[in-house]
C-alpha cells in the first residue's frame, strides 16, 4: 500500500518561511514517469493546486504563490519539497503532497481532484 506523509507546516507570522516535505512510500518511484504536486485546501475556498512538478521536466505554480515558493524532488530518496517563502496570510490551508506514477491533469491542467496517491495533510497557518 501506498503511504504518503507530510510533515514541516507550522505556525508563522506574514513574512516567514517554511519548508514542507513529502515521504511516499510503499511503490518504486520511476524517475521517466510521475507526477507530484501539492494541493491546498482551506475553509471557505476551492481546492487548489499550488505547485506541479512532473517527468517532462516541467514545473508549475499557482499565480498567487508564483516567485513565492518552490517546488523541488529529491528522486534519489523520493521526497517532495515546496519552500514556501514570503508567506501571507491568505496561504493559510492545509497542504497536501499528490503523487502519482503517470503524468495526469494534475500536472497538465492543475485540476486538484485529478489525484492518485495523497497524504492527510500539513496545517500552515499564517498569522500576525
Known amino acids: 500500500q501506498v503511504h504518503v506523509t507530510e510533515s514541516g507546516g507550522d505556525s508563522v507570522q506574514p513574512g516567514g518561511s517554511l519548508r514542507l516535505s513529502c515521504v511516499a512510500s510503499?511503490?518504486?518511484?520511476?524517475?521517466?514517469?510521475?507526477?507530484m504536486g501539492w494541493f491546498r485546501q482551506a475553509p471557505g475556498k476551492s481546492r487548489e493546486v499550488v505547485a506541479t512538478i512532473n517527468s517532462d521536466g516541467r514545473t508549475s505554480y499557482a499565480d498567487s504563490v508564483k516567485g513565492r515558493f518552490t517546488i523541488s524532488l529529491d528522486n534519489a530518496e523520493n521526497t517532495l519539497y515546496l519552500q514556501m517563502n514570503s508567506l501571507k496570510l491568505e496561504d493559510t490551508a492545509k497542504y497536501h503532497c499528490?503523487?502519482?506514477?503517470?503524468?495526469?491533469?494534475?500536472?497538465?491542467?492543475?485540476?486538484?481532484?485529478?489525484?492518485?496517491?495523497w497524504g492527510q495533510g500539513t496545517q500552515v497557518t499564517v498569522s500576525s
Open positions: 510503499g511503490y518504486t518511484h520511476n524517475p521517466n514517469s510521475y507526477c
Open positions: 499528490s503523487v502519482d506514477t503517470y503524468i495526469t491533469n494534475f500536472c497538465h491542467g492543475r485540476n486538484p481532484y485529478d489525484v492518485r496517491y
